[in-house]
């Protein structure tokens, strides 16, 4: 069930990388590139869209998150503490840390993306980076965390 | 339709008071629960297993306190929400720009910093 669950929250979390990316790309690329070039086309994306898919992504990965959290605390992070992989229980906490934070940043972000845009473009953008940054930062921790033990280790 | 400014003061506020309360309650060591997931019992206020009796209690029943951080920071951002939502537009209008995002950012800064005795190890 809990590898069910781990499962399901990377798939969420994989679609909620590649919508704040795409918005977050959007948001602060230079308009230079042709509309036709990959990147042109990559952040010619209409990124209000993205917001609700953002919001609801974030809100399940981060409820997923906090469901296998329970079994990571018993039966990952001793084994972790065990074998002294601190730099990985601390990069691990830190994206608890992060992940909280952004959840709180989410009702600010999504209503900065409603249409008409009411809140200056610079803020938005920055709102979305910080979001961005902590979904990335999220994804690649948890792959760490995932990855030192091992599938069904 | 445009949200109301309200809104938007309320929004931006929570975001930022939410921030600063999850770095505080971290510092302060101030969760509003603690979970036991090994013996699925929930206990109010911030608990160490090691408090009760020895270091060893750690091991069998770990406890958790993010949840709790971040009910405090959730619960306690409200009413700093409803307050700068009731202040004059003009007060606030030059703060959300910057604050909305810097203090995030300068919480994420705390929480690296509250961390950092890992990375000593």
Not at chain 2, 36 to 62: E, K, M, N, Q, T
Request: charged share 10%; hydrophobic share 60%; glycine share 8%.
């Amino acid at each position: 069930m809990v590898t069910a669950l781990l499962i399901l929250h990377g798939l969420v979390a994989v679609a909620l990388l590649g919508a704040i990316t795409h918005q977050t790309v959007a948001a602060w690329a230079p308009a230079g590139a042709g509309p036709k070039s990959f990147f042109g086309r990559f952040r010619a994306v209409p990124s209000p869209a993205f917001a609700n898919a953002v919001v609801v992504l974030y809100a399940v990965s981060a409820l997923l998150g906090g469901i296998v959290y329970l079994d990571f605390r018993i039966d990952v992070r001793p084994i972790l503490e065990r074998d002294g992989h601190w730099q990985a229980i601390g990069l691990f906490d830190l994206k608890e840390h992060f992940i909280a934070i952004g959840l709180g940043l989410l009702p600010a972000y999504w209503l900065s993306w409603r249409r008409p845009l009411a809140v200056s473009g610079w803020t938005r953008a920055a709102m979305t980076a910080v979001l961005a940054f902590i979904v990335w930062f999220g994804f690649l921790m948890g792959h760490v965390m995932n990855n030192i033990l091992g599938f069904g280790s | 339709m445009t949200a109301p400014p309200k809104l938007h003061s309320f929004a931006f506020a929570y975001a930022c008071a939410f921030a600063a309360l999850y770095v505080i309650a971290l510092f302060r060591d101030a969760a509003l629960f603690t979970v036991y997931p090994s013996l699925g019992i929930v206990l109010w206020g911030s608990r160490h297993s090691r408090d009760v009796a020895d270091p060893a209690l750690g091991f069998l029943a770990p406890e958790m306190l993010w949840y709790g951080w971040a009910a405090t920071a959730a619960i306690g951002a409200v009413p700093v929400g409803l307050v700068v939502a009731l202040l004059p537009d003009r007060w606030t209008r030059r703060l959300w720009p910057v604050a909305s995002w810097a203090v995030p950012v300068c919480a994420m800064i705390g929480c690296v910093y509250f961390e950092l005795p890992w990375f000593r190890r």
